[in-house]
C-alpha cells in the first residue's frame, strides 16, 4: 500500500514538472512575441527557476506594472545574485523607484553602476541648479493611455488608446494607438476630443505627431505592418512618416527615408528653423539602445544622412522623445543618466554645435515613473508632458518660474589628446578679483558644478600633477539665467613638450644636453648655462611645474668626495635657475654621487663612460 502511495506521488510530481516545463515552453514564444500580458500568465504557473523569475519580471516591467515587476524581481536578485545579468539590477532599481522605495533602489542602481547613488542627495544637489520649477496639473481625469502631445494651432495633437474600434496590441492586451485632436478648456482640462484623421491613422500605432509652422506638413510615428526577423528577433519597427495638407485633406503620407525594417526611428522634432529634423532611433550604430539623432532637412525636399548626439545626450540606455525649444535647447527623455527612476525629463544646451551635459529638470516635474514627451511655449512659459506616475500614461500641463538658484558653471575635465576623463584633477573657481571663491577635487566622473551670481566675471582653472595648468575667462550675462557648460581639457607635459619623456622607471624627465664641469669643479659653464636656460623657460611656461635637480658622479674617488662633489654642482644648478627667475621653492637638488650609474663599468671605464656618467638629470615631480 505504502509503494503505491509512493508511486501515485511520484506520478503527480512529474505530470506537475512536465505541465510546469509546457508552460515554460509557451509562455517563452509568447515572450518572444512580445506577448507580455499572456505569457505572465504562464509564468506565473512556472515554478521560480532563474529564467522564468528573469522573464516575468521583464512581461512586468515592460507593461510597466511596477508592483507586480517586485516581487519577482526581488525572488531573483535574492535566489540568484551570484548569476544575475547587470541589467535585472537596472530594471530592479527602476521598480523600486517605481514603488516609492528609494533607499533599496540606491541599492540595486549602485551595484548596477559601480558606485554609490544617492537619490536623496541628488535631489537637493538638483534643487539648487535646476533653471526652472514646474506646476503640474493633469489634463483627464479618466484616461491611463494618452501621451506625447504635439501642438496645432489652438488644438494639440496626442496618442490614445481610446479608439474602440482598433484591435488588441499582444503587447500589453490594449487598443492600438491613433491620433487625436482636443482643445483645452479654461480649466485646463482636455474637450472635444476626436479622432485626428483618418488619412493618419491605421491599423497600427500612430503617435508622437510634430508640425511645421504653417501647418502644412507633419511628421508622426507609425508601426510597420509587417515583422520582420533581426537576429534572433522577430519585429515590426517603427518609422516615422510625412504627410502634406493639401485642400484640408492630409495626404502624400510618406516614409523617411532615415527609416527601416531593421531598426525602429521614432519621436520626430523639429529645429526651431525647420532645417533639422531631430529624432529616437536603435539603429546599429547607436551606444546600447535608443539614441537622439538628426537629420539635416535640405530646401528640394531630401534628408541628410542621420547623425548621432554623442555620447554627452546618449548613453547605453533609452534616449527618447526629443523636443527642441525656440532658444535651441534639448528636451528630452532618459533612462540613462541620474535621475529618480524610469525616464526622465533632461534639458541640454548647445554651445558651438556640441551638446552639454545634460541636466536632470527636477523632481517638481520627474517622479519615480517614466516622465516624458516634453512640449513647451517659451513665451508663455508653458508646455505639457506625459507621465505613468499613476499608472498609465497621462498627459499634464505645466507652468514653469524661474528657480532663483540658477546660476552654475559646470562641465568635466579631460585629458585633451586621449579624451579620457581626469578624476582627480583640482577646479578651483575665482572671481574677478582673482580670490578663490571654491575648489574641489573632481570624483569618478570626473564632473564639477558650482554656483555662480549673475552679471560677473569669473576664471575657472584645472590644476593637475604633470600637466599643464587649464584656465578659462567666462562672465554671466544679463540677469545669470545662462548655464555656463565649460569642458576643460588639459594636456600633459610629455604631449605638450617634445622634450619632456616618461620612461621605463615611471618618472618624467625633461631631457636636456648634458652639464658638463670641469673635474674637481663645480661653476656653471657657458655651455651648461645655455642648457639651464632652456630649462629656465620651460618651468615659466608652465609656473606650476616643480622639479629635481639631481647630480651624479663618474665612480672614481670616494663616496664621500662624490656626494659632495654632486650636492656642490646640482646646488650651483639651483642656483643658477632662482638667479634667472624661478623660485627656489619649485626646484629640489639633490646630488647622487657615484651610486647611479647610466653605465655600470666599474674600475674600467673609459673616458667617454665616464663622461656620461657625470650628469645632471632633470625630473619632474609635479
Known sequence: MKRNTYLLLLILISQIVLAQKNNIKKADKLFADKAYVEAAKLYEKAGLGQHVLENLGDCYYFNNEMNFAEKPYANLISTYKDSVKPVHYFRYANVLNGIGNSE???????????????????????????????????????????????????????????????????????????????????????????????????????????????????????TSDKRVEVGEEVFASVKIFRAELVNEVWTNVTEMPFSSDQFSTQHPALSPDEKKIYFSSDRPDSLGSFDIYYADIYEDGTYGEPVNLGNNVNTQHREQFPFMAEDNTLYFASDGHQGMGGLDLFMARSYDEVYAKPINLGETINTGRDDFSFVLKEADSLGYFSSNRDGGDDLFAFERSINPRRFTV????????????????????????????????????????????????????????????????????????????????????????????????????????????????????????????VLVDIMKKYPRMEIELGAHTDSRASDVYNLRLSHNRANAALEFLVKNGINKTRIKSKGYGKRVQLIKCGDDCTETEHSINRRCEFIILK
Request: aromatic fraction near 12%; proline fraction near 3%; charge should be negative.
Open 104 to 222: 533599496r533602489a540606491d541599492a540595486m542602481m549602485s551595484k548596477y553602476r559601480g558606485f554609490v547613488v544617492d537619490t536623496k542627495k541628488f535631489k537637493q544637489h538638483l534643487n539648487s541648479i535646476v533653471p526652472y520649477n514646474y506646476t503640474i496639473k493633469k489634463l483627464s481625469k479618466n484616461s491611463d493611455g494618452d501621451f506625447g502631445i504635439g501642438i496645432y494651432g489652438d488644438k494639440i495633437i496626442f496618442a490614445s488608446l481610446r479608439s474602440t474600434s482598433s484591435p488588441k496590441y499582444h503587447w500589453n492586451g490594449k487598443p492600438y494607438l491613433d491620433l487625436f485632436e482636443a482643445t483645452i478648456s479654461k480649466d485646463g482640462m482636455l474637450e472635444n476630443i476626436k479622432p485626428f484623421s483618418k488619412e493618419i491613422n491605421t491599423k497600427t500605432h500612430e503617435s508622437s505627431a510634430v508640425f511645421t509652422k504653417d501647418k502644412k506638413t507633419m511628421y508622426f510615428n507609425r
Open 410 to 533: 559646470e562641465g568635466d575635465v579631460r585629458d585633451k589628446n586621449t579624451k579620457e576623463l581626469l578624476p582627480g584633477t583640482v577646479v578651483k573657481l575665482y572671481d574677478d578679483q582673482d580670490k578663490l571663491i571654491v575648489q574641489i577635487v573632481v570624483g569618478k566622473d570626473a564632473d564639477y558644478v558650482f554656483n555662480s551670481e549673475p552679471n560677473k566675471k569669473y576664471k575657472i582653472v584645472a590644476e593637475r600633477d604633470f600637466y599643464a595648468s587649464k584656465v578659462i575667462d567666462f562672465e554671466t550675462k544679463d540677469d545669470g539665467q545662462i548655464r555656463f557648460n565649460i569642458e576643460l581639457e588639459i594636456e600633459s607635459y610629455e604631449d605638450a613638450e617634445e622634450i619632456i619623456v616618461k620612461k621605463d622607471d615611471g618618472l618624467v624627465y625633461i631631457e636636456l644636453e648634458n652639464i658638463y664641469f670641469d673635474f674637481n669643479k663645480w661653476e656653471i659653464k657657458p655651455e651648461a648655462a645655455n642648457t639651464l636656460n
